[in-house]
């Protein structure tokens, strides 16, 4: 009796462990098929697909100028991300204004200035970008076709309008469906201060209207650069080559160069790669049409770029420029560290890519990796300004300039 009991256990912990053997084995397998074709669905995949507004806003990042004005003082920032949890109110209020505005018009610089000396929040992205592509920073849908760089949410009676700017000379207002009392409740989440626009400064009439002096200054760190070096095998698995070819060769200036049907590749000796596909679509940004929106361009774009990234860096890419024509769209990416941009001093772009179509055309990345190295100190704002009116029309901001001596301390540029 006992023998057969004991069978009879053994039996039931044997068909136990193959049942989580085989439940294992299959959990592996899709977890190991996720990870292993994870990038490709990424850069493949349609926007719509699966993925919630809410999600796609949390991935796509970008570094904004934002500016809360009250009754009696207004909070400024030049250091923030709209990832950022100070920043979640404001997406929040944008997410409902820029859903439901309507009734699109033209305005002018004097209504977009007034607005600004009233409650209001203003955001700048730093250059003129798809409204599109802005809305799905703060998850929200729109069918609005602008290029704009700034906008703000202002009073208007009991409502809120949304005032937007091209970045030039171009300024347009929107009727909206929220009401004062969801900006009131913005502006009382944040305190108050003196900062200002330049076009409120006596010494900032010479500058551009819309640069913006936060007070007090940020304190923000020195960064330094480190080792942005990813195996080559890497570089080729992500670009979709074989990464044992030996169809490579060192050009003469230095470059090694790869080469796999119409494809190539070249690696700099600085460590700058770039990529151009020679007609062929191996590597495509699929999206809801035959054409990818901006936001799936873009997305399917930094996808690809993280995959040639060395890790452990401080700083990410976000898109700078772009520009879209009938068969071609231009991306450009730069790189920030917490909302404040690192400019190259040869005026070179982090990263380029340009899709014909759907298909990865050519691309081209200057890879690095920039860590924290103590702190740096700002130039008084009233010294910066004395010298930046010297250029006529400049806009003064804050940033970090790459010239090749590390570390970097941020600085004003006048741009």
Known sequence: MRHRDFIQNITITLLTLSAVFLFSRTQFFQLGAAAGSGYWQHLTAPIGSGETDTALSDRLLAPVRLAVSGEYGRYGSVSLTTGGEEFTPVKTLLREVIGSARSLSDSSWAVFRAALETPSVYCDFLSALPVEYLSDLMGAETDLSLTVRGLAAAEQGEQ??????????????????????????????????????AFEEEAGQHLAPLSLFPDPLPELPQLTAGDAAVSTETLLTALGFNPHTNS????????????????????????????????????????????????????????????????????????????????????????????????????????????????????????????????????????????????????????????GTYPLSAVWLAD
């Open 160 to 197: 809120v309008i949304l005032l937007l700017w091209d970045g030039g000379s171009r300024y347009y207002q929107c009727a909206t469906a929220v009401q004062r009392s969801a900006l009131q409740e913005v502006l009382e989440q944040f305190d108050f201060g003196v900062s200002t626009f």
């Open 248 to 403: 490579r060769y060192v050009d003469s200036g230095g470059a090694e160069v790869i080469v796999e049907g119409d494809r190539v590749i070249r690696l700099g000796s600085s460590g700058a790669l770039s990529y151009s596909s020679g007609g062929e679509a191996a590597l495509t940004v699929e999206g809801s049409g035959t054409v990818p929106s901006a936001s799936e361009a873009v997305s399917g774009a930094l996808a690809l770029l993280e995959q040639l990234l060395p890790e452990g860096g401080e700083t990410t890419l976000y898109l700078s420029a772009f520009r879209r024509t009938e068969s071609e769209t231009h991306l450009t990416f730069s790189y920030q560290f917490n909302g404040v941009p690192i400019h190259f001093a040869d005026g070179s772009a982090a990263a380029e890519i340009i899709l014909t179509g759907n298909i990865i055309s050519t691309l081209s990345l200057r890879p690095m990796l920039y860590l924290e190295d103590g702190s740096s100190a700002l130039l008084p704002l009233r010294q910066a300004m004395a010298i930046a009116e010297r250029q006529d029309g400049a806009e003064l901001s804050i940033g970090y300039a790459d010239a």
